[in-house]
């Protein structure tokens, strides 16, 4: 099987830099993406790696080092609309390819 | 923009009711998804499908089934609701060339069982 583990909540001020951790136990590892879900709404896709080392998409970056079965997702500048969840998801070839989801970060962003 | 559809958004019935969450995506995409979300919980993957007449069961155990007759098409079936069976389903789809790890949600069916 395979596991995800994310810190439950992360909290911090407005245009602030914070980083969301993501270590995962799998033995068919392929890659893994990120998505934010504010209240109420529906996943959005933020990144996905898979190879070592930083992604970078405007605020936001991820990076993943595979030897160590981790990765984080970066936001800098933090703005109040940043405040949502956020999950890990490793792609897995045990699981056709298919993404098994984080427990997921809660992240306050406060004025 | 994401073009992709869920109805009904919120949902509330007895139980022994059989119900049908429906999804419809507009992209042609060839893989869709269904996952079972609990309020501030991860998702789990329930079905699967990479065409027409593929699917597949998830991760999570459910007692729902899903067919795709057509590649746009992706709808839940419940033949029996419980309370157990209350919780948030989402519904995605993507590419199987190109950038097949980005997933498009749908804004999902808030399902409660009374």
């Known amino acids: 099987g395979q596991s995800l583990e994310q810190p439950s909540e992360v909290t911090a001020v407005e245009g602030a830099i914070v980083q969301i951790n993501c270590t995962y136990q799998t033995s068919g590892f392929y890659g893994l993406s990120w998505y934010q879900q504010h209240d109420g709404g529906a996943p959005t896709f933020l990144s996905y790696?898979?190879?070592?080392g930083l992604e970078e998409t405007g605020r936001f970056s991820s990076f993943l080092s595979r030897s160590d079965s981790y990765g984080y997702l970066l936001l800098q500048e933090l703005q109040m609309k940043d405040s949502a969840s956020y999950f890990c998801a490793v792609r897995d070839r045990n699981y056709g390819q298919n993404f098994v989801f984080g427990p997921g970060t809660r992240l306050s962003v406060l004025p | 923009e994401a073009d992709i559809y869920q109805t009904p958004r919120y949902l509330v019935i007895g139980t022994g009711k059989k119900i049908t969450l429906e999804c419809s995506q507009t992209m042609g995409h060839d893989k869709m998804y269904w996952y079972q979300q609990d309020p501030g919980m991860e998702l789990h993957l329930i079905h699967y499908s990479y065409g027409v007449n593929s699917t597949e069961k998830g991760d999570l155990s459910s007692e729902s089934t899903v067919s795709r007759i057509r590649t746009e098409h992706f709808p839940l079936t419940l033949e029996s609701a419980r309370p157990s069976h209350t919780s948030q389903y989402l519904c995605?789809?993507?590419?199987?060339?190109?950038?097949?790890?980005?997933?498009?949600f749908g804004p999902g069916t808030r399902l409660t069982v009374t």
């Open positions: 790696n898979a190879l070592d």
């Open positions: 995605a789809s993507s590419e199987s060339q190109g950038v097949p790890y980005e997933q498009y």
